[in-house]
């Protein structure tokens, strides 16, 4: 179990890629059709480690994750930003003008959406995973339809790249969160960013008071997410990622969001790995 990974996906996936080049080659990847059975296989510990997808530079975030990740107590203790870069794969011998339907997980189309402008004769159909796509094209011989995904995918299963680079924006970076489910222990020492959830009290200037704390004790926050609490209709839960210099900023910070919060969750400490 030491060594074994959960992926959302099959072999090569990104997520595929992103347990290749976080642990290493050698790492065992537990398969995961969705990122529901992804946390389950760490609840029931199957892996003791997992890859997550949570935001992509173009899309923007996977809002559902972070309630996956809050509801299931689960620890991030990494991340890795990962070039996103998307090719258009088929059999071998086809044209594009031979492609009736492409398929690929709703994100990858989303990146990809001005290439597909451009022949709005091909159907576009969402899938659960990009390289189970691959895999299924070349499993059943299907012709006329493609897959979007990693150079990786298109070698794996024999499949021949029509056109490359095809996402929207050139500059596509996905950040991915490395899960344990471990509780949360004072592991700051080694660390310069932390990912915090919290809830407020609906009063007028709550969240302007955190913003305040943030800002004195020199916690740099570098992205907030809101999500709704949805025992308590129209309010909502904040999740934000911080970076910091020194330990002590960060703990004056903790314990000055203690008394301005209704509820605050520490998600995780680990190292920024844009830096």
Not at 116 to 137: C, G, M, N, W
Not at 191 to 214: I, Q, R
């Amino acid at each position: 179990m030491e060594h074994t990974v959960a992926i959302q996906g099959i072999q090569g996936s990104f997520h595929h890629q992103v347990a290749l080049t976080y642990f290493n080659t050698n790492v065992e990847t537990l398969h995961c059709l969705s990122f529901s059975k992804l946390v389950g296989a760490l609840v029931n510990e199957s892996c003791k480690h997992a890859v997550m997808a949570i935001e992509n530079s173009i899309a923007g975030s996977i809002l559902p994750n972070y309630a996956l990740i809050d509801q299931n107590n689960l620890q991030i203790v990494g991340e890795y930003y990962m070039d996103i870069q998307q090719h258009l794969m088929v059999l071998p011998g086809q044209l594009i003008s031979d492609i009736k339907e492409v398929h690929s997980h709703p994100m990858a189309l989303l990146q990809c959406q001005s290439f597909f402008a451009q022949y709005p004769s091909i159907k576009l159909v969402e899938d659960v995973d990009t390289a189970a796509t691959a895999a299924r094209i070349r499993e059943h011989n299907l012709k006329g339809i493609g897959a979007i995904g990693s150079v990786l995918a298109a070698e794996l299963f024999e499949l021949e790249v029509l056109a490359s680079h095809i996402q929207t924006v050139k500059n596509n970076s996905t950040r991915f969160l490395i899960l344990e489910k471990k509780s949360f222990e004072d592991q700051y020492n080694a660390t310069n960013k932390v990912t915090l959830k919290f809830v407020l009290a609906d009063e007028m200037g709550s969240l302007a008071s955190v913003l305040a704390v943030l800002h004195s004790c020199q916690l740099n926050m570098t992205k907030i997410q809101s999500l709704p609490v949805v025992e308590n209709p129209w309010h909502y839960s904040f999740f934000v990622d911080l970076t910091y210099k020194h330990i002590k900023d960060l703990k004056n910070g903790l314990q000055l969001l203690t008394g301005l919060t209704t509820e605050l969750k520490i998600l995780g400490a680990y190292n920024d790995a844009r830096l």
